[in-house]
């Protein structure tokens, strides 16, 4: 599928690139995730918001794509850390009572057809690693949704590896692993 990313701000990776810190995750690490990212044929329009003062959902259906996935970060304001969901129309969506999308818990489905979410619009904020878990999931779901399948169907497990089978000269072994 093609996939359009539309960033509000003048630079990828929302949080990962500007809210956490440098000590945490490095920005070369996240700059080198979102050029590989690139690579795969993924468009991004920066300067590009969805909401309020920019682009709709509609809008965009109405240029053809099939499938959305939200991933609105959080920001501050008189309730604390809250998901940027102007881009919605709460009518159509159910929003809980701490402004946050509900979800199928397996699909990251919301009740509008073609709409996914995850990561802080869904959860809070929350870890990076429960934010990139929430799109890999959705992203199944997706492709089901779009393949003209059921979105609900099981999900595979996750491929395990035998660790016999994994090459692990160069790691040094220590007392304690940080």
Do not use: C, W
């Not at 509000?8 to 440098?22: L, Q, T, V, W």
């Not at 970060?73 to 102007?86: C, F, L």
């Amino acid at each position: 599928y093609g996939i359009t990313v539309y960033e509000g701000r003048p630079f990828a990776g929302g949080m990962m690139a500007n809210g956490i810190s440098e000590a945490m995750l490095p920005r070369k690490i996240v700059q080198t995730e979102i050029e590989d990212i690139l690579r795969l044929g993924v468009e991004l329009k920066l300067n590009s918001p969805v909401g309020a003062n920019g682009l709709t959902l509609e809008t965009l259906r109405q240029q053809g794509y099939g499938a959305f996935f939200i991933a609105a970060g959080a920001g501050k304001n008189a309730k604390g850390d809250v998901p940027h969901i102007s881009l919605l129309n709460k009518e159509n969506y159910e929003v809980t009572t701490k402004d946050r999308l509900e979800v199928h818990p397996q699909t990251f489905a919301t009740k509008v057809e073609g709409v996914f979410a995850g990561g802080d619009v869904v959860s809070g904020q929350a870890s990076v690693i429960r934010a990139i878990a929430a799109g890999q999931k959705a992203a199944v779901a997706i492709d089901r949704y779009l393949s003209g399948q059921s979105p609900e169907q099981k999900q595979e497990s996750p491929k395990t590896v035998n660790l016999d089978d994994v090459k692990i000269d160069d790691v040094r072994e220590q007392r304690v692993q940080i």
